[in-house]
């Protein structure tokens, strides 16, 4: 069984720097894109990036390119998002969600599988 | 704005049907057949309900379709049950961007 797991809410101050993670099990880590979708509250759904553990092939949405990063550690079925300063407008859930589809051409494939949410809040 | 348009809202009687809209362009719900639908209820995560346009993972009721045609695919639910009151996102693959493309979503309304 496919499962994405995600680590635990976070609250967080302006200016300070997180990482969240996403562990996946249940199936070849390296062979699949993993990343990361935005849920602002009260609102929709955006894709934030992608990451293909098999050779770390990164790609950003346009909106979120220099904003975060995105990594993962394939040592231990991993991946991340990064910010080094946040700011109140990161406050969101954060999914982590892979396409059904293997390989490096389902790049583009909608989400099949989902991650619980990570919450993250930044106020002062 | 989204990439693909979805009404804002739909409601429904329990028993009935009802279908959400999904609106794209050639270069994503109309050209590909890799348009999924998702179900979410609140504080809860996305669930995959209907994949590839119409086909419905295991565990998902029978009672959830989906459809295309043209540049808009469509996720009709029969037998409308209070359950499935929820919001309901449409993705697309897409020709013109690295990312899978969204809909705004929908609120599902059980009367």
């Known amino acids: 069984e496919v499962q994405l797991v995600q680590s635990g809410a976070e609250v967080k101050k302006p200016g300070e720097s997180l990482k969240i993670s996403c562990k996946g099990s249940?199936?070849?880590?390296?062979?699949?894109?993993i990343g990361w979708v935005r849920q602002m509250p009260g609102k929709g759904l955006e894709w934030m990036g992608i990451?293909?553990?098999?050779?770390?092939?990164?790609r950003y949405s346009p909106s979120f390119q220099g904003q975060v990063t995105i990594s993962a550690d394939k040592s231990i079925s991993t991946a991340y998002l990064q910010w080094s300063s946040l700011k109140a407008s990161d406050t969101a859930m954060y999914y982590c969600a892979r396409p059904r589809a293997r390989g490096l051409m389902a790049v583009a494939d909608p989400p099949g599988y989902w991650g619980q949410g990570t919450l993250v809040t930044v106020s002062s | 704005q989204s990439a693909l348009t979805q009404p804002a809202s739909v409601s429904g009687s329990p028993g009935q049907s009802i279908t959400i809209s999904c609106t794209g362009t050639s270069s994503d719900v109309g050209g590909y057949n890799y348009v999924s639908w998702y179900q979410q209820h609140p504080g809860k995560a996305p669930k995959l309900m209907i994949y590839d346009v119409s086909n419905r993972p295991s565990g998902v009721s029978n009672r959830f379709s989906g459809s295309k045609s043209g540049n808009t695919a469509s996720l009709t639910i029969s037998g409308l049950q209070a359950e499935d009151e929820a919001d309901y996102y449409c993705?697309?693959?897409?020709?013109?961007?690295?990312?899978?493309?969204f809909g705004g979503g929908t609120k599902l309304t059980v009367l």
């Open positions: 993705s697309s693959y897409t020709s013109s961007s690295t990312l899978a493309v």
């Open positions: 249940g199936y070849s880590f390296t062979s699949y894109w």
């Open positions: 990451i293909y553990p098999g050779d770390s092939d990164t």
